[in-house]
């Protein structure tokens, strides 16, 4: 009998002996995406978070891959008070990480997907690095404010929760000592449809309760740094520039990029801040069957008959009111879900 303490990963193994399924189930962790997966799709919570199953070969998209570079490079600009060079020579050192461990798998990967990815993800490197020059020469850190630390994990427990966020900053104010959490999005949403819900969705909730138990000192607000993502790709057109101008395809690429955002900076760009002195955690988090117990699945291994794989789980999606319901939307046209909520 495996032992898993809540907070612990495993790695999930399916062992087949004719009449038996094997499998360990966890206590998970809770975090924004926790959360997004159990509202949104039981099932997949099943798979993704209690048995910890993952595709052998995951599709990777451009707005992962952009947001995954951005997310670096802003990173370091605010831990050292400004974007640098440097700052976007963490991007170039991500991608080529990224490379090359796409580079070993392409070798197993016959869906074609890992190529794909390969093509991909330079183009996506050099969007996040102009989108990154753009958003600082619009928003540029204030001398007022000093970043303490960034991408660190905050963990704290909740009875038998244990609750854990990765704040992309924590800023403190100078003149007034303040606290604030801060967060860079990157989406193919408009910022005005990406704030919507924020007050109280999962990541303000969830980062300001732990923020206040783990540096035992509220925060007094969550800064949302939000960023549209051009839905622009490198075709025959930037070639063809690229040979008027005299310049590479890449270049003229990033020239159309950047044009894009000069057309519409006040409809692209946007940083606001929701006040969390007041933040409570979400409700969902006492919803029956998130956490295994002894009602349902303990922690530990688990057999099954094989023709039943799966143990009873609570409804796929329970009834929702119209304000649950409206609110859960918010949550997804924020660019946080991947899974449709429905009544």
Same mark, same amino acid.
């Given at each position: 009998?495996?032992?898993?303490?809540?907070?612990?990963?495993?790695?999930?193994?399916?062992?087949?002996?004719?009449?038996?399924?094997?499998?360990?189930?966890?206590?998970?962790?809770?975090?924004?995406?926790?959360?997004?997966?159990?509202?949104?799709?039981?099932?997949?919570?099943?798979?993704?978070?209690?048995?910890?199953?993952?595709?052998?070969?995951?599709?990777?998209?451009?707005?992962?891959?952009?947001?995954?570079?951005?997310?670096?490079?802003?990173?370091?600009?605010?831990?050292?008070g400004t974007l640098t060079s440097d700052s976007l020579l963490v991007a170039a050192a991500l991608r080529d990480k990224v490379l090359a461990a796409l580079q070993?798998?392409?070798?197993?990967?016959?869906?074609?997907?890992?190529?794909?990815?390969?093509?991909?993800?330079?183009?996506?490197?050099?969007?996040?690095?102009?989108?990154?020059?753009?958003?600082?020469?619009?928003?540029?850190?204030?001398?007022?404010?000093?970043?303490?630390?960034?991408?660190v994990p905050l963990r704290a427990t909740e009875g038998r929760l244990v609750i854990q966020v990765k704040p992309d900053a924590i800023l403190r104010e100078v003149s007034s000592g303040a606290l604030w959490i801060m967060d860079h999005k990157s989406t193919g949403d408009t910022p005005g449809t990406a704030i919507a819900g924020k007050s109280w969705a999962f990541q303000t909730r969830l980062y300001a309760w732990a923020v206040s138990k783990v540096l035992i000192e509220p925060a007094r607000g969550f800064v949302y740094n939000i960023m549209q993502t051009p839905g622009i790709l490198m075709c025959s057109k930037d070639e063809k520039e690229a040979a008027k101008q005299g310049i590479t395809p890449e270049q003229a690429y990033l020239l159309r990029v950047q044009d894009w955002y000069n057309d519409k900076p006040a409809a692209t760009i946007r940083a606001f801040?929701?006040?969390?002195?007041?933040?409570?955690?979400?409700?969902?988090?006492?919803?029956?069957?998130?956490?295994?117990?002894?009602?349902?699945?303990?922690?530990?291994?688990?057999? *099954?008959? #094989? /023709? =039943?794989?799966?143990? +009873?789980?609570? @409804?796929?999606?329970?009834?929702?009111?119209?304000?649950?319901?409206?609110?859960?939307?918010?949550? *997804?046209? #924020? /660019? =946080?879900?991947?899974? +449709?909520?429905? @009544?």
């Open positions: 009998m495996a032992t898993i303490v809540p907070g612990s990963s495993t790695t999930t193994r399916l062992a087949i002996d004719g009449t038996h399924v094997e499998f360990p189930v966890g206590i998970p962790v809770i975090r924004q995406s926790t959360l997004s997966d159990w509202v949104s799709c039981r099932r997949l919570y099943l798979y993704r978070h209690i048995m910890g199953l993952k595709p052998h070969v995951e599709k990777r998209s451009v707005a992962c891959d952009v947001g995954s570079f951005w997310h670096a490079i802003m990173s370091h600009a605010y831990l050292q070993d798998q392409a070798a197993t990967d016959l869906s074609g997907e890992t190529e794909k990815s390969i093509r991909q993800v330079p183009q996506s490197c050099a969007k996040a690095q102009t989108m990154a020059r753009i958003f600082w020469s619009k928003y540029p850190l204030s001398t007022d404010f000093k970043c303490l630390f960034s991408e801040y929701v006040p969390t002195t007041n933040v409570s955690l979400p409700p969902e988090l006492n919803d029956p069957g998130l956490i295994p117990t002894l009602s349902g699945w303990m922690p530990g291994r688990v057999s *099954l008959p #094989a /023709g =039943r794989l799966l143990p +009873r789980l609570p @409804p796929v999606q329970p009834p929702l009111s119209v304000p649950t319901l409206v609110r859960h939307e918010h949550r *997804l046209l #924020a /660019g =946080r879900g991947r899974h +449709r909520v429905r @009544p």
